[in-house]
């Protein structure tokens, strides 16, 4: 039998080539996820765009070792239930370093073409104020839920929704909304109490960031880009 020519020569390559299953992509991003809630319950703020860390503190009436054990017991629940389902497999370590590299690459690349773009700057235009513990957790919030509500809801179920009441040429109506949902992350980060005071250069900057965040999600998936994402922001806000 002849080989595949279309097939990957190695696992590495496999794993390379192709976009995970939505499951698989879940997993992928729960060391980030996890690391984010046990941490953010030791500071002052959360995640603007996290919606879960506030219930689960109420839930168990505001007390930390409970909130550390819920949480805990939700994360070995999803494990369980990864591998209750067989597909413990694709949790292997070697997809979780792969895809934390291919993230790093797209972070310094992505880093590189932004700086071009609008000048020598950091992602708000001025020195982090978080310290390495707050910038760190921050950093991991920031990956997994703002990919979450910004790629996965706003872009891609906006998408699917556009779909079915504009009928225009698919690639214009893709192109127009990204540009539009990352205008709309790139503004969100100046809105309320804790965002940013508004600068032009900035906005630029995390407008490209945004493109290349949505060109991510798009081309290779939710835990791609949420790995750039995060080890961009710890970059920028931890190191």
């Known amino acids: 039998m002849r080989p595949n020519p279309r097939r990957p020569k190695n696992k590495l390559l496999a794993l390379?080539?192709?976009?995970?299953?939505?499951?698989?992509e879940i997993g992928l991003t729960l060391p980030i996820l996890l690391g984010y809630h046990i941490g953010v319950i030791f500071l002052p703020t959360i995640n603007a765009a996290d919606f879960v860390t506030t219930?689960?503190?109420?839930?168990?009436?505001?007390?930390?070792?409970?909130?550390?054990g819920l949480t805990l017991a939700i994360a070995a629940a999803f494990v369980a239930a990864f591998v209750f389902l067989g597909k413990r497999t694709k949790l292997d370590w070697r997809r979780f370093a792969v895809v934390a590299a291919e993230g790093a690459?797209?972070?310094?690349?992505?880093?590189?073409?932004?700086?071009?773009v609008v000048g020598s700057l950091r992602l708000a235009g001025a020195p982090s104020q978080h310290g390495f513990f707050s910038g760190l957790i921050m950093s991991l919030g920031a990956g997994f839920y703002e990919e979450l509500a910004f790629r996965v809801v706003l872009f891609g179920l906006g998408l699917l929704l556009l779909q079915r009441f504009i009928k225009i040429r698919p690639t214009v109506l893709l192109l127009s909304w990204a540009l539009v949902s990352v205008l709309i992350f790139s503004g969100w980060h100046y809105v309320g109490t804790y965002g940013d005071p508004f600068q032009l250069a900035s906005f630029t900057f995390r407008t490209v960031c945004g493109l290349a965040f949505v060109a991510i999600y798009r081309l290779?998936?939710?835990?791609?880009?949420?790995?750039?994402?995060?080890l961009y922001d710890i970059w920028v806000l931890a190191l």
């Open 16 to 24: 390379l080539s192709a976009k995970a299953d939505p499951w698989t």
């Open 55 to 68: 219930r689960l503190v109420a839930l168990v009436s505001w007390s930390k070792p409970a909130y550390l």
């Open 105 to 116: 690459v797209y972070a310094v690349v992505m880093c590189t073409i932004a700086r071009f």
């Open 220 to 230: 290779r998936g939710f835990a791609p880009a949420v790995w750039c994402h995060a």
